[in-house]
């Protein structure tokens, strides 16, 4: 089989290749997880017009699997959806619980912040993948331990963690910053960490820099020299 011959996943139209090495799978993107009857029906009608399966993924998304390569494009013009960031060197997710809009646990409104977070920064382009997990209490049911950026609720403010990752090397994040009293003030912070991350020089993940110069340092760059000494207490 010559190399034009051997398909692979195709970035630009959301599409990753299957086991067959033939059909594609796809994922809309639906911020969250939040989502109405309205888009699920169409998801539905696409999926029977095409023959796909539904897969329901980690990252709150529905993968639509078994796509024919001829048939993507049809396929996005039917759903009249926006890609999920499955693939690619981007933000590819913001996991977001149901936060005190639902959840009886939530002491803060992480589905409100998780949005923000996911309209500033779902499929922005990095040096690596990244993922963010935005949880509204401690149990933090959106894995935000495991995420490069994490954000977690509790009765004093937000807590921040950041260079988590599972994968076949799992890494639990370390605290930047806590008691973060407001939104603005978390999306603030966060935008100071990804301009960090994307003028380091290595092309690993954040974990791999904390790794490399410690959370301290790390620390200093986000905040500046004189907030390291601050350590968590912001």
Not at 199 to 214: A, S, Y
Request: aromatic share 4%.
């Amino acid at each position: 089989m010559t190399e034009a011959m051997i398909k692979k996943d195709i970035l630009q139209k959301g599409a990753i290749l299957q086991r067959d090495r033939e059909t594609y799978a796809i994922a809309p993107h639906i911020p969250g997880g939040f989502t109405d009857t309205a888009t699920l029906r169409k998801i539905c009608d696409v999926a029977d017009k095409y023959k796909l399966e539904l897969k329901i993924t980690s990252a709150q998304r529905i993968a639509m699997i078994g796509a024919k390569e001829e048939d993507l494009d049809a396929i996005w013009s039917d759903l009249a959806q926006n890609p999920g960031a499955a693939i690619g060197l981007c933000v590819r997710s913001v996991k977001i619980c149901p936060g005190t809009q639902h959840c009886k646990r939530a002491v803060l409104d992480s589905a409100s912040l998780g949005l923000k977070l996911d309209q500033i920064y779902h499929a922005m382009e990095l040096p690596n993948k990244m993922k963010m997990g935005v949880s509204g209490c401690l149990l933090s049911c959106s894995e935000s331990g495991v995420k490069d950026i994490g954000i977690v609720g509790h009765n004093k403010g937000w807590r921040i963690f950041v260079g988590g990752n599972a994968g076949p090397r799992p890494r639990l994040g370390e605290m930047l910053v806590d008691n973060v009293q407001t939104e603005e003030e978390v999306l603030e912070i966060v935008a100071k960490v990804v301009d960090v991350y994307k003028n380091d020089p290595q092309q690993g993940r954040i974990g791999k820099i904390i790794e490399d110069i410690g959370i301290e340092a790390f620390r200093a760059r986000v905040f500046g020299t004189a907030a390291a000494t601050a350590g968590s207490a912001k």
